[in-house]
């Protein structure tokens, strides 16, 4: 795949979204008519009340799921024209995702190095450097050897964004990381979060803390499915 120029593509654009689940016999509207743009080594924070959109947004820009109209880039390729192939290279070279459950995120039999290694080669790049650099920027030098059980929650979630980083996607995107850690360990993840920016990768984060939305660089305000404030 080749890669458009860093500097100049966002690393993701979303164009007015629109998805609505079944619920029972309605169409129960989760996302109306959403637009925005995520830049490449910046912090995006989504937030809004429970139920406003925010998973369903950042599922849609990791291609988890389609929208039912509206378009999506990631990097610069349109995910929603794009066939199941085309979305799971996508999903496998240009995004990483860290789900809110810690475990979720890791494989329990490999150590923390291996873990970011792993997540290296999946991407189909070589750099050797990545689990030293990462976990060390990341506050995880002392853990390399350790596998998740090892590791507090806040730890794995730490190690989780590493290797979600890892390889050099264009879109990180984690759903509410720090949603069952305690103050400090979500503050250490957070941190994590903006020191990842020196990645290059354009990070989006849902979350309810307003620590959350102080830190970051750019937030998305969701009620009801549409955007609210954008600064
Ligand atoms: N898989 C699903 N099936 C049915 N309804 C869903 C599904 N996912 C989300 N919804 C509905 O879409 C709306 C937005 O949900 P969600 O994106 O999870 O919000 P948030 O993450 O902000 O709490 C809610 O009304 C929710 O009930
Ligand atoms: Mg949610």
Not at 1 to 20: G, I, L, Y
Not at 52 to 75: E, F
Not at 162 to 185: F, I, K, S, Y
Request: with cysteine; glycine share 10%.
């Amino acid at each position: 795949m080749t890669r458009p120029d860093m500097s100049e593509v966002p690393a993701a654009t979303v164009v007015d979204v629109h998805k609505s689940f079944l619920g029972g016999a309605t169409a129960v509207p989760a996302l109306v008519g959403v637009d925005a743009s995520f830049a490449r080594g910046a912090v995006t924070a989504i937030v809004g009340p429970s139920g406003s959109g925010k998973s369903t947004l950042l599922r849609l820009l990791a291609c988890l799921d389609k929208p039912d109209s509206g378009a999506i880039s990631v990097d610069g390729t349109d995910v929603t024209r794009a066939s199941a192939r085309g979305r799971r290279e996508v999903r496998r070279t240009l995004v990483g995702y860290v789900f809110q459950q810690p475990s979720h995120n890791l494989l329990d039999y490999l150590t923390a190095e291996e873990q970011v290694a792993l997540a290296v080669r999946i991407r189909g790049v070589s750099d050797p450097d990545a689990p030293s650099r990462l976990l060390g920027l990341l506050g995880l030098s002392e853990r390399l050897d350790h596998k998740p059980s090892q590791l507090s929650g806040g730890e794995q979630q730490r190690l989780a964004l590493a290797c979600a980083v890892a390889g050099g996607p264009a879109l990180l995107v984690a759903d509410e990381p720090t949603a069952q850690l305690d103050h400090e360990a979500g503050q250490l993840v957070l941190e994590a979060l903006l020191a990842l920016r020196s990645e290059g990768t354009g990070i989006v984060v849902s979350s309810h803390d307003p620590v959350v939305m102080d830190a970051a660089d750019h937030v998305l305000r969701v009620a009801d499915g549409r955007i609210e404030e954008n600064w």
